[in-house]
């Protein structure tokens, strides 16, 4: 590389606390979809507040909150009602707006406030932020194809164009409370003058969740993992036998579809971009990045089995794995492959991987091993085009100690430079890193969000500056 680049953590800040609500989702459980953006020199981030007093599925409500330049962070509008379930993935239009979908509660179909939950049938749309006014959103209702047959487990994907000022979202269909396909799902399409010109159905060969979405002159490129019950009844019959669980699902299959021109409505036919159903493994996508060749660029982590005891049952000679990697993808055709970290399984080693397990059994994915695992990654490109991914490793010592740290690395198609340490007083464990795929402005810093490492109900944000000055000396890359 010709520059000698650096890179500085200049910010660490808490934004708020919060509390679990317990409807199966967390605050940065809509990892396809960001909750946080960039405008200018301005960041703005969704967090959802939890009502103690409300039960499950819909007890938690949006909040939006605002970071000026240097200020510290602000809650700058809260929602009147507690009806959401799921985190609200925010966008910029690129001209001051902010659009955040919200999926609010109508009226409840199953479940009863005597048993503590309720599902709901639910209607999605967009709330408009003026970045001069943002305390008074316009509501923008989508022109779905159908009428919205949807629920409080959307699954919604949202991307935005910001140098067009247009806007792609979806949404899943309830398959909850009717029979019918699983995972179709609606979308519809804004362009610049305000209209929404074209909707439509997608669907996948199977029901596939937490849609990674990129929209880039009318180009739209889609990444969404498996989602399903075990199909494999004598695994599912094991799983219920061992660890006690009635239910488990399938993140084994990573597809990706695309369009040439969404305003036409056609898709390509879905392709796998990895398999591992054969063993039982597990997948875990992070983001999504297209560059101006329309290649895609996806950040994901692949394990080749789902869990020990199920090696232990199944595969007994196997040996745990789990890989973070950058697959490149253009128009269906994979280009290729580069490995970013690697974990692997050493029974006699000295770490936990995903924490230590509790009791007789070991029902959770940890294994024993000397590596750092890969726990979560994330892009960021620079506004001269250089595509960064910003990624956690972590680990537990025998004490419980929690080794999570954090790295940067410049993918390049030869990745000549290794990674970084980013030097952080409180390294950020689950997050997001704010997109061009949701109209962030492009910058050489990085406005990572996410969970802290030290205290698990804290939301944080640190900035990290990617600098090619001398001045800096945090890190070299």
């Known amino acids: 590389m010709t520059n000698v680049n650096k890179i500085a953590c200049e910010i660490e800040e808490k934004i708020t606390s919060f509390q679990m609500p317990h409807n199966n989702t967390f605050p940065l459980w809509c990892y396809g979809a960001p909750t946080i953006t960039r405008y200018n020199d301005d960041v703005y981030a969704t967090i959802p507040e939890t009502s103690p007093d409300i039960p499950p599925m819909c007890n938690t409500r949006l909040q939006l909150f605002r970071k000026r330049a240097n200020e510290r962070w602000k809650r700058i509008f809260v929602n009147p009602s507690f009806d959401q379930r799921e985190p609200c993935p925010i966008a910029s239009l690129g001209d001051g707006r902010m659009i955040v979908s919200i999926n609010s509660a109508v009226v409840p179909f199953r479940g009863n406030e005597q048993e503590h939950w309720l599902m709901w049938h639910c209607e999605p749309y967009l709330l408009s932020f003026n970045e001069a006014e943002s305390h008074f959103p316009k509501v923008i209702k989508p022109a ?31 398959y909850q409370w009717k029979p019918g396909p699983e995972g179709r799902y609606h979308w519809a399409f804004l362009d610049a003058a305000g209209d929404w010109v074209k909707n439509g159905l997608l669907e996948f060969p199977i029901r596939c969740c937490y849609p990674c979405i990129s929209l880039k002159d009318r180009r739209l490129n889609i990444i969404a993992i498996s989602d399903i019950d075990e199909p494999n009844s004598e695994w599912m019959a094991y799983k219920r036998e061992f660890a006690g669980i009635p239910w488990d699902y399938d993140f084994r299959k990573l597809h990706f579809v695309y369009s040439e021109d969404i305003a036409r409505g056609k898709f390509n036919e879905p392709v796998v971009i990895e398999s591992v159903d054969n063993p039982a493994g597990h997948i875990k996508h992070f983001d999504l990045y297209v560059d101006d060749d329309n290649v895609a660029h996806v950040v994901y982590i692949s394990r080749n089995l789902c869990k020990p005891f199920m090696r232990d049952k199944f595969w007994p000679d196997q040996v745990l794995t789990s890989t973070l990697k950058v697959v490149r993808i253009k128009e269906g055709k994979i280009l290729s492959e580069q490995i970013l970290a690697r974990c692997v399984e050493n029974k006699a080693g000295r770490l936990w991987t995903y924490g230590i397990p509790s009791g007789d059994k070991n029902t959770s994915d940890s294994f024993r091993t000397n590596d750092l ?15 960064f991914v910003v990624y956690n490793l972590g680990g537990y010592e025998q004490d419980k100690t929690d080794l999570a740290k954090n790295y940067l690395v410049e993918v390049t198609q030869s990745q000549t430079a290794g990674p970084v340490e980013i030097d952080m007083h409180d390294p950020i464990k689950i997050f997001y890193a704010a997109p061009a795929r949701n109209g962030s402005t492009p910058s050489d810093v990085i406005d990572l969000f996410g969970i802290s490492k030290f205290d698990p109900g804290q939301i944080n944000y640190a900035r990290i500056k990617i600098d090619n000055s001398s001045s800096s000396t945090e890190g070299e890359i």
């Open 373 to 387: 695992v890969p726990n979560h990654a994330a892009f960021h490109a620079t506004p001269d085009g250089r595509l």
């Open 144 to 174: 779905w194809d159908t009428d919205w047959p949807f629920t409080d487990h959307s699954y919604r994907g949202l991307a935005a164009d910001s140098v067009k000022k247009e806007l792609f979202v979806m949404n899943i269909e309830g």
